[in-house]
């Protein structure tokens, strides 16, 4: 009886943690997110590739869907991050923010790619749209990456 209630108690813990990731729209993108790139291991070991190359293009364009007018958050993150806060040095707020609003927009873009696709929007050379959410997306990158190397810098001072 003693093994069984252990057993019972470890279930209700992973089907907590799978309720609590699943209520979240983040948990909903991380699911996703690992059916396709789970579709993507298979169909690149040719195990049911027309099958699961189908799916995987079902679940990219689900995670796309799912992250629609998220845009506007990054927005929202991006003003209260340039908002002056004695936390952060300046330049580190203004690089924070810089990275939201390129991540912004990427995302509003990629809404704009969703909606040509479903044939909701006409975009004229789409392909020019779909290299400019590149760009967006690699600048947030970068912003961000440089706003790291930043403070890294700064840990660093105060250290020595």
């Not at 990427?106 to 696709?117: C, E, P, Q, R, S």
């Not at 590149?134 to 890294?152: E, G, R, T, Y």
Request: proline share 3%; with cysteine; hydrophobic share 45%.
């Amino acid at each position: 009886a003693h093994t069984c209630l252990i057993h019972f108690i470890k279930r209700k813990q992973k089907m907590d943690t799978w309720l609590k990731l699943n209520s979240t729209r983040k948990g909903h993108d991380a699911i996703a997110r690992l059916l396709q790139y789970a579709c993507k291991i298979v169909t690149s070991w040719h195990l049911f590739p027309a099958w699961f190359q189908q799916l995987e293009t079902t679940l990219r364009l689900n995670r796309k869907v799912l992250r629609f007018g998220t845009f506007a958050d990054s927005l929202n993150a991006a003003r209260k991050k340039a908002a002056p806060s004695s936390s952060q040095e300046p330049f580190i707020r203004i690089l924070e923010a810089l990275s939201l609003i390129c991540n912004a927009g990427y995302l509003f873009v990629d809404h704009l790619l969703i909606l040509n696709a479903s044939k909701l929007l006409n975009l004229p050379d789409s392909p020019r749209w779909a290299r400019i959410s590149n760009q967006f997306w690699l600048a947030s990158i970068l912003h961000q990456l440089v706003s790291d190397f930043v403070k890294l810098g700064i840990k660093l001072k105060q250290s020595v």
